[in-house]
Nanobody, 117 residues
Framework: QVHLVESGGGLVQPGGSLRLSCEASGTISTFNYMSWYRQSSGKQRDLVADIGSDDSTNYADDLKGRFTVSRDNAKNTVYLQMRDLKPEDTAVYYC???????????WGQGTQVTVSS
C-alpha cells in the first residue's frame, strides 16, 4: 500500500510564493512517477507538473516558469515550488504516485492553496 500526505498549502497574497510537499510512505521505491494536480471549485482536476524517477519533468504550458517540481528520493518527497502566485492559482493541490510496473494511481488528500489579498 502507498500513502501520500500533502502539506504546505495556505493563504498567500498575489505575487507571493509557496512550497508544497508530498511525502510518500508504504511500499515504494525510487522507481515511480509523481505528479501534482489541482482542482478549483466546480472545475476538473488538471495536471500541474510531474517528475519521473530520472528527474525528467513536465509542466502545464501556462505554468512553466512560475512552478517548479522537484523530488528528494531519500525523503520519499516531491515538492512544488510556486512563485508569483495569482488568484487563479487558488485550488486544492493533489499529488499522485504511480509505481513502476503498477497500473494503479495513488492520491493524497490534497492541500488548499488560496491566493487572495
Amino acid at each position: 500500500q502507498v500513502h501520500l500526505v500533502e502539506s504546505g498549502g495556505g493563504l498567500v497574497q498575489p505575487g507571493g510564493s509557496l512550497r508544497l510537499s508530498c511525502e510518500a510512505s508504504g511500499t515504494i521505491s525510487t522507481f515511480n512517477y509523481m505528479s501534482w494536480y489541482r482542482q478549483s471549485s466546480g472545475k476538473q482536476r488538471d495536471l500541474v507538473a510531474d517528475i519521473g524517477s530520472d528527474d525528467s519533468t513536465n509542466y502545464a504550458d501556462d505554468l512553466k516558469g512560475r512552478f517548479t517540481v522537484s523530488r528528494d528520493n531519500a525523503k520519499n518527497t516531491v515538492y512544488l515550488q510556486m512563485r508569483d502566485l495569482k488568484p487563479e492559482d487558488t485550488a486544492v493541490y493533489y499529488c499522485k504516485l504511480i509505481r513502476d510496473g503498477d497500473p494503479r494511481e495513488y492520491w493524497g488528500q490534497g492541500t488548499q492553496v488560496t491566493v487572495s489579498s
